[in-house]
């Protein structure tokens, strides 16, 4: 079972919408959670934006012991130490993992919004959060969905599907876990 669980305010459409879309892509029953709230601690006032670490924090206190992933949504601007933003961030080889919304979207650049981009967007970096979970790391291949977002242009090139080779190493982790 994956547990997909808003950090923050998260549009409940969204959260149904990527929990069918999940279940499809990782052949697991995914269940959504009650809102968390976002870490007051783990807010950075000078950059405004939300360090990575402390939402993987909350994460890790959610009373799922039968979860084999959590992925946290927010629709907050995080960094982890060393990057001006982040897109995500998972445990590798763990079972906790985020994607950060708000530089998804069209009118973070002052674009007229895209629900139908920003939906895609937002399966993209929740995929490929989770196949960090997995323990799978950046491909090389900038269509394989574990390619290492840079920018939000890249995220568009790769999409949301595996390689081959990722989905080789994917589901041979895979089957050390039950289903």
Same mark, same amino acid.
């Given at each position: ?14 959260? =149904?919408?990527?929990? %069918? ?12 959670? %009650? ?32 979860? %084999? ?43 007229? %919004? ?28 900038? !269509? ?8 939000? !242009? ?23 876990? =039950?289903?």
């Amino acid at each position: 079972m994956i547990v997909l669980a808003p950090i923050g305010p998260v549009p409940s459409d969204l959260l =149904s919408w990527l929990a %069918e879309r999940l279940e499809e892509a990782f052949g697991r029953r995914v269940v959504v959670a %009650e809102t968390l709230p976002l870490p007051a601690t783990g807010y950075d006032p000078r950059r405004r934006q939300y360090r990575g670490d402390a939402l993987i924090g909350v994460l890790r206190t959610l009373p799922y012991p039968t979860a %084999e992933r959590i992925l946290g949504l927010t629709d907050a601007d995080c960094y982890a130490p060393g990057l001006n933003f982040i897109f995500g961030q998972a445990t590798a080889d763990g079972r906790e993992a985020f994607v950060a919304l708000s530089r998804l979207r069209q009118s973070f650049y002052n674009l007229p %919004e895209d629900p139908t981009l920003f939906r895609r967007r937002a399966l993209t970096e929740a995929v490929h959060e989770l196949g960090h979970t997995w323990g799978l790391p950046h491909c090389p291949d900038p !269509h394989c969905v574990m390619h290492f977002s840079n920018t939000l !242009h890249d995220t568009d090139v790769k999409g949301a599907d595996f390689c081959l080779r990722c989905r080789r190493r994917l589901s041979r982790g895979r089957s050390n876990t =039950s289903l």
